[in-house]
């Protein structure tokens, strides 16, 4: 597979990066001057009439946005802000609201997953602006909106970016597309508010607050009926009568392998392309074994009717690098000055 070529590739420094270079300068060129077209307004860029905060990741490949947008509208709610979430829906044909039942196909498995996480408003459209618009409009009490992805989307302003960097999968050999992993340079996170680590830490501090995100594991929850529950000590002493199987389709299903040899648990694994649908067939070869999964894949698989089948619920947990603040207490410092700037300019 071409792109599992590429994912090697980007780990390393050899002849074919040496290869690709020429085009990596050439995407740095492009990608500098449509930074400098928005920036003097060549490109429009439209504001929305609340403020926006952008998760979002300067590599390709999954890097963790998701547990840490669950997780921001988690505290920002407990804060006494209305959050809404915006997305591209990736892999969905749907725009518009997105609710815990919604299919996945249509709507894209991560914002299914986050509206049934959050209980925010939900809401996709590739048009980040637009997607906003129509989220106010159908939900007129939310105050502030996270953006899941889209740090490269400038056609939408921003009050806030977070930039999200897994090392050293994310980073790779350090260089842009398509000689390395990096839609910017490495000095992009520079220009941020915030940077969250969730892989190792860098080994110099960064130049803005960050924190290292860890990833608390739940309890094993059915796949076919989403509430279920079954502990690791069973799984692990049936897996001689039923062999278990992990299945991941996530941006780097060699962290869900791993997490499971940690917890004891040897299985056969089935790494999976990011954001996979699957079917039936998928399955026909395992009956009789115990399937273990994502939540992300298992928004995917709720409907087939597996009788076997296990996901692991996980939450994001923050800890400040170098400092003591903590990341909701920086996202609301940030905003409440954005506010008061705000009403300034207005008097």
């Not at 290869?19 to 740095?28: N, Q």
């Not at 997780?71 to 997305?87: E, K």
């Not at 129509?134 to 007129?140: F, G």
Request: overall charge positive; charged content about 20%; proline content about 6%.
């Amino acid at each position: 597979m071409l792109r599992t070529w590429f994912e090697r590739q980007w780990q390393t420094s050899g002849w074919a990066q040496c290869l690709l270079l020429p085009l990596s300068w050439l995407f740095a060129l492009l990608a500098a001057g449509r930074r400098y077209g928005y920036r003097v307004g060549l490109f429009s860029s439209q504001a929305l009439p609340v403020p926006v905060i952008i998760v979002g990741n300067i590599s390709v490949g999954g890097v963790g946005k998701t547990p840490l947008v669950i997780y921001l509208a988690q505290q920002l709610r407990d804060a006494g802000y209305v959050p809404g979430i915006l997305s591209r829906g990736y892999g969905g044909q749907h725009r518009g609201e997105v609710r815990p039942e919604s299919e996945p196909a249509l709507c894209g498995d991560e914002p299914v997953l986050i509206a049934r996480r959050t209980g925010c408003p939900v809401w996709v459209d590739p048009t980040r602006a637009a997607g906003g618009l129509a989220l106010l409009k159908a939900h007129p009490e939310v105050n502030v909106l996270i953006c899941d992805d889209g740090l490269q989307h400038y056609a939408l302003q921003r009050d806030i970016e977070i930039a999200v960097v897994q090392r050293p999968l994310g980073i790779g050999n350090r260089r842009l597309l398509p000689a390395g992993p990096l839609r910017e340079s490495l000095r992009r996170l520079r220009s941020v508010d915030l940077v969250v680590e969730t892989g190792q830490l860098p080994a110099t501090p960064a130049p803005v607050n960050t924190y290292q995100l860890r990833l608390r594991t739940g309890t094993w929850t059915s796949v076919a009926d989403f509430s279920s529950e079954t502990s690791t000590e069973r799984l692990r002493g049936q897996s001689v009568e039923q062999p278990l199987v992990a299945m991941a389709g996530i941006g780097h299903p060699q962290r869900f392998f791993d997490l499971l040899a940690t917890m004891g648990l040897g299985c056969e694994q089935r790494p999976l392309a990011d954001h996979y649908a699957y079917s039936q067939a998928d399955f026909i070869a395992l009956r009789g074994k115990t399937i273990l999964m994502t939540e992300k894949d298992a928004v995917k698989c709720q409907h087939l009717g597996l009788e076997n089948a296990w996901f692991l619920p996980m939450s994001a947990e923050l800890s400040p690098v170098g400092h003591d603040q903590s990341l909701a207490e920086s996202v609301i410092g940030l905003l409440k000055h954005k506010h008061a700037k705000e009403v300034k300019n207005e008097s």
